[in-house]
């Protein structure tokens, strides 16, 4: 079975600063890879998607990632982030050809002035 | 992207009631889900359906039932409240196409039972 690790409980970055989220992720194959971002009280949106191809891929609100097959990792980045942007982030995986979901513990993002 | 609707956003109930968690989606996706989220935690496949008269046990064991009568519409349902039932549900759709199925969310249920 699939597991998702999200290392980072918590992360406070100053607003303006750049972010990197970390996300592994264990399985057999390449997998399908997601990041949602969920803002208090609300459900998840999707920020951005991996299945095949380019390894970079980007997202909305200026977010982007990266597979790194080699590192079993899809870590989630944005140069400049904004006081807007302090929500929890969770990274998924699904099996190749199969859509259930398996969700990280996910990262709570604080934004400082 | 989907538009998902779920009601009602909040429940506050007291134990021993039945109640239903409403969810509804317009995109005519076949595939429907239900998740249970504890504060501060990750999301808990609870229930699913491929589609109409299609319903499937998730990973989590819940002692709550669903139903699948219409494309659209996928409720949640719990005879009897208890306290431990306490959470937030979210319920997602997703349709294969190109290659690529993704899941998209309601807004959420949070349940609190007394």
């Known amino acids: 079975a699939q597991s998702v690790t999200q290392p980072d409980i918590h992360i406070t970055v100053s607003e303006g600063a750049s972010l990197e989220l970390r996300c592994n992720y264990s399985y057999g194959a390449t997998p399908y890879l997601f990041w949602y971002v969920q803002s208090p009280g609300q459900g998840l949106q999707l920020l951005l998607k991996y299945f095949s191809g380019d390894t970079l891929v980007q997202g909305i609100k200026g977010f982007e990632a990266e597979f790194k097959r080699s590192q079993s990792s899809f870590n989630l980045r944005k140069p400049s982030v904004h006081w807007s942007d302090a929500a929890e982030y969770f990274c998924?995986?699904?099996?190749?050809?199969?859509?259930?979901?398996?969700f990280g513990t996910g990262t709570r993002l604080t934004i400082i002035p | 992207e989907a538009d998902i609707y779920q009601t009602p956003r909040y429940l506050v109930i007291g134990t021993g009631k039945k109640i239903t968690l409403e969810c509804s989606q317009t995109?005519?996706?076949?595939?429907m889900y239900w998740y249970q989220q504890d504060p501060g935690m990750e999301l808990h496949l609870i229930h699913y359906?491929?589609?109409?008269?299609?319903?499937e046990k998730g990973d989590l064991s819940s002692e709550s039932t669903v139903s699948r009568i219409r494309t659209e519409h996928f409720p949640l349902t719990l005879e009897s409240a208890r306290p431990s039932h306490t959470s937030q549900y979210l319920c997602a759709s997703s349709e294969y196409s190109g290659g690529e199925d993704t899941q998209y969310f309601g807004p959420g249920t949070r349940l609190t039972v007394l």
């Open positions: 359906s491929y589609g109409v008269n299609s319903t």
């Open positions: 998924a995986v699904a099996p190749f050809g199969n859509e259930k979901l398996t």
């Open positions: 995109m005519g996706h076949d595939k």
